[in-house]
C-alpha cells in the first residue's frame, strides 16, 4: 500500500482559497445579472396573435367580447405628464415604454365584458411591437368615470 501526502505552504493555501472565491464571486454576479426579475419577465409576452393577446387577458381574469380593434402609433420621442404617468404604470407591471420612444406600434383594444360595473365600456388596451406585448392597460373610456390601472386591475 503505498501512501502520497503533500505539503502546502500557507501562502498557497491562502491562493488557492482566494482563487476559489474570486470565481465564486464572478459565477454570482453573472448569475444575478442574467437571471429574469419580475420586471423584465413580463417584456417578453409574446403577442404576435389574437389567441396570445387573448390569453394573456385572459390569465388576469378578463372576459372579452370578440371583435378587437386594431390601429398603429408612433410613440412620442419628447413626453408630457400624461406620457410620463402612463409610462410609471407600464413599469409598475414590469413594462418600460421609453425604450419605445419614436417607434411605431401596434395598439390593440378588446371590450372587457366582465368588469364588476358592467354598463360602462372597459376596454384592454394592449401595445405590440415586433410580435411582443410592450405595455398597455385596462380603463374606463368614459370621460366622467374614467381611470386607468394595470393589467392585474391596480
Known amino acids: ?78 413626453w408630457n405628464d400624461v406620457y410620463s404617468s402612463y409610462n410609471e404604470v407600464q413599469l409598475n407591471q414590469g413594462f418600460d415604454l421609453s425604450e419605445y420612444k419614436g417607434k411605431r406600434v401596434t395598439l390593440y383594444t378588446y371590450n372587457v365584458t366582465n368588469y364588476e360595473d358592467e354598463s360602462v365600456g372597459i376596454v384592454a388596451d394592449m401595445l405590440v411591437c415586433d410580435g411582443r406585448l410592450i405595455g398597455g392597460d385596462i380603463c374606463n373610456t368614459s370621460a366622467k368615470d374614467g381611470f386607468l390601472v394595470g393589467f392585474n386591475g391596480e
Not at 15 to 31: D, E, N, P, R, W
Not at 70 to 78: A, F, M, Q, S, V
Open 1 to 78: 500500500m503505498n501512501v502520497i501526502s503533500f505539503r502546502l505552504k500557507p501562502k498557497t493555501i491562502f491562493g488557492i482559497i482566494l482563487a476559489i472565491t474570486g470565481i465564486a464571486v464572478l459565477f454570482i454576479s453573472f448569475a444575478s445579472k442574467n437571471l429574469p426579475d419580475s420586471k423584465s419577465a413580463a417584456a417578453v409576452v409574446s403577442a404576435s396573435t389574437d389567441e396570445e393577446r387573448r390569453a394573456f387577458l385572459e390569465s388576469y381574469g378578463w372576459e372579452l367580447s370578440a371583435e378587437c380593434e386594431e390601429r398603429e402609433l408612433t410613440i412620442p420621442e419628447k
